[in-house]
């Protein structure tokens, strides 16, 4: 059964053919340098390049699958959350296919693509197991007990984790995306030059907050009166990604001992994170759990892991209403 799955919840515009849990095609393409002048996604922009490159993206993805539309036995697109014009876009395009081509059509849920992404690539993972989705837009710890079967367990209260990263990279001139580039930069600086605390949430909850880390960079940048000297960018840089990554840390650390599970899967753009992925790698080894990530390219926002849950819902005959409608925010 081969599955067409799009993704348009935000500046990627994505497509992809899976067939029974392989990928025959991954394409997709990024708007950094349409929303890169100004310092973020917007999403009128975002919409008008979904629409303007859909049609061309799909048509690669189908080239590289080597199959054409006609050979596609379902279509699913993500419909929440995200960018409601970026949503619409594809989810209508999506709709617009499988109607007039008479297949099955299925609705997907950004954060339940990212929670799967990994079996596209190893069906090892035994249920139950801890899910921590940390993105640009999300930082989510799941307990999934079996594939649609997910308990949220804790959420960011404001910012998330990746959001945080691109605005403090801002405040240091780095630009947008600025993610990546702070990772780059914190190599090169001391982790404890500036020590930011975590946040006292209280009563053990699983939630998070880096609204206070990203305000304390803030205020350092403005002690310095406009002069940052290269050593104060790697420094700050080196602290605040030190702080994030032991939130978050601490956080899976807590979840998997609170809820006795030995299986952690760790998805979503952050999860490229080096330093992230190097310390739970030591926890792993530290309490004995066996945590996993996708691929680079699986973790970032992209049709596959879109297409791989709508293969899932199509083999349980579960295809969504033509009248599902896109949802800017939902929870699993």
Known sequence: MKILGIETSCDETAAAVVAEGKILSNVVASQTAAHAPFGGVVPEIA????????PAIVKEALRQAGCSL????????THTPGLLGALLVGLQYAKSLAFALNKPFVGVNHLEGHL??????QNEIDYPYLGLIVSGGHTHLYRVKGFGHYELLGATRDDAAGEAFDKVAKLLGLGYPGGAR??????GGNPRAFRFTQPKMGNGTLDFSFSGVKTACLLQVKNQNGRLSEQFQKDLAAGFQEMVTNFLRERVAQAAKQYDLQNVVISGGVACN???RQKLQALARQEGLKISFPSPSLCTDNGAMIAYVGGEYLKRK???PWSLNARATSEL
């Open 318 to 320: 579960q295809p969504s």
């Open 47 to 54: 919409s008008r390049h979904h629409v303007e490159n859909l």
């Open 274 to 276: 080096q330093t992230l």
């Open 116 to 121: 799967n992404a990994l079996f596209l690539e």
């Open 70 to 77: 006609t050979d596609i036995d379902g279509i699913a697109a």
């Open 182 to 187: 702070l990772e780059a930069l914190a190599a």
